[in-house]
């Protein structure tokens, strides 16, 4: 089971860094993805990057805002989020799959999801 962490209020502009990890230390692994669900809305993925050779997919809407990374050794991989607007507030999740998938459907290992509120 995955867990991400890291997720809070913040001001439009800001920035906030999320964190997934899991017990197994299997994420080296997998592809990992983060998805986000706003109240009403789909869940849309957000940013993926690849186990096998390091390829990614952003979502346009975050293009230039958001970075994943991933740190084998640590087990961890992380969505930096910068200049954060309302329309990112959503809770975020991770997930794991064989490969790169667009829907979240295709994933089969997730965590809980974090909160992340961008409000003045």
């Known amino acids: 089971q995955l867990q991400a962490s890291g997720g809070g209020l913040v001001q439009p502009g800001g920035s906030l860094r999320l964190s997934c990890t899991d017990s197994?230390?299997?994420?080296?692994?997998?592809?990992i993805a983060w998805f986000r669900q706003a109240p009403g809305k789909e869940r849309e993925a957000v940013l993926c990057v690849s186990n096998s050779d390091g390829s990614t997919y952003y979502a346009d809407s975050v293009k230039g805002r958001f970075t994943i990374s991933r740190d084998n050794a640590k087990n961890t991989v992380c969505l930096q989020m910068n200049d954060l607007s309302p329309a990112d507030t959503a809770v975020y999740s991770c997930?794991?799959?064989?490969?790169?998938?667009?829907?979240?459907?295709?994933?089969?290992?997730w965590g809980q999801g974090t909160q992340v509120t961008v409000s003045s």
């Open positions: 997930a794991a799959a064989d490969t790169i998938y667009r829907n979240w459907y295709e994933y089969k290992y």
């Open positions: 197994f230390s299997n994420l080296p692994y997998y592809t």
